[in-house]
């Protein structure tokens, strides 16, 4: 190995969880976060329950909603043109047209 250009190894560098767990663990670092560890994750724990960090399914949900929303306007909108279509073809015909098609 080549002097000086390898980071430092640290044998005691502490991991913290956001469940609260601590341990120990070898690292070039002094610190580490983690967001879910085998104390907390539910395939070590059993337990079953949802991991959203990062408000994902929130996002999701919220886009889902607007598409529908927005569906629904372009629905409305296509019905009323149709709507207006409907009522030009019924509308008065024009004088000349009228007696044309009484011929």
Not at 47 to 73: L, M, P, Y
Request: proline share 3%; with cysteine; net charge positive.
């Amino acid at each position: 190995m080549k002097k000086g250009i390898h980071p430092k190894y640290n044998e005691r560098a502490e991991v913290t969880c956001a469940c609260g767990n601590k341990f120990t663990v070898g690292a070039t670092v002094d610190t580490i976060s983690v967001e879910i560890c085998s104390a907390c994750h539910p395939f070590w724990t059993g337990d079953v329950k949802f991991i959203d960090t990062e408000g994902r399914v929130d996002k999701f949900i919220k886009k889902q909603k607007s598409a529908e929303s927005e569906r629904e306007k372009r629905i409305k909108a296509i019905k009323e043109k149709i709507m207006r279509e409907k009522l030009r073809e019924e509308a008065p015909k024009s004088l000349k047209e009228m007696l044309k098609s009484m011929q």
